[in-house]
């Protein structure tokens, strides 16, 4: 019986042992993994006889079929009279029938098939898309195609598209958060294409033919890529593409209308709109940089550093350790044809504004005063390069990536040195940068609330300059 509860007894203590030593091995903190290695994916690039490139990746998961065209066109091409008609444009090139089917029997075509054609204009590209099954793609190639190249623009839908666009300005004002988003952006971007906005005025003066002379002197096969992805035959598609998108002779070369990049504002300001709301909405902001600054892989470590993350400065001090707001963030929008824009953002109540305000100030500044953090270094890199895989989650996010680099004219292998290039930023690159490009002296701040409520007058923060929110509305 000794022997039992001695031999019992050597067991407990050797599981003991053994359940210590693999905890011991299991502590998070004090784990080690080998280093992450991530191919990146490729897609094929190919021209078709057009003359027009393709970019094809080929996933027979589904048997689905994807495809987008990209079209250099924006709204910074339209005339700023007529703002407003590229979006409209973007819209009823899909909405108003094309290839002379009509509007209703391209809606219930594409319905019976579980076939979808989109369109839409933004700033500075143009795109339709389509996805579809398999054994539909011919014929929703087809529809696709008369979208792209041969919209027939309803008259009907047209008004519809205008109107839709007029009850929307006649809204734009209801929401603090879309009154500070516009506002800030049109401070940002004064006097440039970028800055305008649509207004009754202008919509109303779009007509048919301004769609038709819009979409016919940006839209062809010299001015778009196409990206596919999806359950194809390559030679198949390739024959079929060869066969919808024929060369065809233009009268000349596409020149595109020369827009200057924004002007930089050296002066901050103060722009306020009044509304009836216990919370205040704040945007602050100035231009930024483009795509072919060196500076863009120290900018997004500062991103995610200032204002970018859960446990970013901004909101670390501002929510977590001031409760002045529930969110709060800041982030630079890297201009990809244009200089982009730096925007902080939050909403605090009413009586925290000038607060918050001061607060969000003096943490921006701090930025361009001293080094970051070894940790703040550590944490953001190892974000930034562990997290670059997510942007490859599909194969139409992969085959659209790619076509897009081309489209705004990224360097050969860009995605491919992007994490070497973040892994070499110096705690002294994210200070100069933040030197090079933060300048609170030189913020727009739009403050959308109660000025009545605020802790601080807003003359006290800057030059005011206060909104004009009462709509002029035209009468029907």
Known sequence: MSRFLLLLCFLVTAAASVSAADQQRANPRTMKFPALNFQIPQAERVVLQCGMPVYLLRDTELPIINMTAMVR????????????LSGITGSVMRSGGAGGMAPEQMDDELEFMASSVESGIGSDMGTVSLTTLKKNFSRTLQVFSNVLLRPDFSAKRLEIARKQTIEGLRRQNDDPKEIAGREINRAIYAGHPLGNIATFASVGTIT???????????????????????????????????????????????????????????????????KDVNQTVIRMGHLGLTKDSPDIYAIRLLDYILGGSFTSRLTMEIRTNQGLAYSVGSRF??????????????????????????????IISAMTK?????????????????????????????VTQRARLEYYGYPDGYLEQYRDNIAKVTKADILNTARKYLHPDAFQIVVIGDAAKFDLPLESLGTVRELDLKLNIPRP
Do not use: C, W
């Open 333 to 362: 929008d890297i201009g990809r044809r244009f200089t982009g824009s730096f925007i902080a953002e939050t909403e605090t109540k009413a009586e925290s504004t000038g607060k918050a305000i001061t607060l969000m100030n003096s």
């Open 73 to 84: 066109v924006g709204s910074v091409y339209e005339p700023a009279a007529k703002t407003g």
């Open 370 to 398: 001293e080094p970051v953090t070894d940790d703040e270094l550590t944490a953001a890199r190892e974000y930034l390069i562990n997290s670059f895989m997510f942007g490859f989650t599909s194969p139409v996010s992969i």
């Open 208 to 274: 048919r033919q301004d769609l038709v002379d819009f979409h016919h002197r940006y839209y062809r096969l010299d001015n778009m890529i196409l990206a596919v992805s999806g359950d194809f035959d390559r030679a198949a598609l390739l024959k079929e593409l060869n066969g919808v998108f024929k060369a065809e002779k233009y009268p000349a070369p596409l020149v595109l209308p020369p827009v200057p990049q924004p002007a930089e504002q050296l002066q901050g300001a103060v722009i306020y709109g009044k």
